[in-house]
């Protein structure tokens, strides 16, 4: 799934598209990667790893979440 991911950063940098520039950060890459970094501050308990289990759907949850918010903004 990386090449997807870096494709879609790149247009949406590019901003030849109808989300602005600023949502590059809210790539999943960059999710993930905020949301394991995260994961290291946890204390080592069953959460954790349930949590880091979990990272890449929360990362798509949270990246679907963040484009339906711009676009409900956006009308």
Known sequence: M?????????LLLRGKNIFSKWM????PLVIYGVLK?????MPDVPFR???????MSESMALW???MLVFLLRSK
Do not use: H, I, Q
């Open 37 to 41: 970094l995260l994961t290291l501050l």
């Open 64 to 66: 679907f979440g963040s």
């Open 2 to 10: 990386l090449p997807p991911y870096l494709y879609w950063g790149w």
């Open 49 to 55: 790893l349930a949590f880091t289990n979990g990272l």
């Open 24 to 27: 590059a950060l809210f790539n």
